[in-house]
């Protein structure tokens, strides 16, 4: 039975960090692409970054410069570590692990507020 679990969200005041963490379990996670997205009340899903087998990644815009997605293959864990944080960015994060199919975790909420 193939799960992702998400953790790490909460409640944050704008400006600080936050890191989310993503446990899978029931794949061979070292050749699956790992992907962060997001979803924001009334808004689509949206992809934030995504991270290669050998490691390479990618973000969307609004991420760059700010979050860093990393992986440990040892742990079936991805991270992404989540700096100067704004109210935008508040929304549920989900994980998402891709290799012709693709597994979902259950999000977990991230809110940024003063």
């Known amino acids: 039975q193939v799960q992702l679990v998400e953790s790490g969200g909460g409640l944050v005041q704008p400006g600080e960090s936050l890191r989310l963490s993503c446990v899978a379990s029931?794949?061979?996670?070292?050749?699956?692409?790992m992907g962060w997205y997001r979803q924001a009340p009334g808004k689509q899903r949206e992809l934030v970054a995504v991270?290669?087998?050998?490691?390479?990644?990618n973000y969307a815009d609004s991420a760059k410069g700010r979050f860093t997605i990393s992986r440990d293959n040892a742990k079936n864990t991805v991270y992404l570590q989540m700096n100067s944080l704004k109210p935008e960015d508040t929304a549920v994060y989900y994980c998402?692990?891709?290799?012709?199919?693709?597994?979902w975790g259950q999000g977990t909420q991230v809110t940024v507020s003063s």
């Open positions: 029931g794949i061979v996670f070292r050749v699956y692409s």
């Open positions: 991270i290669t087998p050998d490691g390479r990644s």
């Open positions: 998402n692990g891709r290799v012709g199919v693709t597994y």
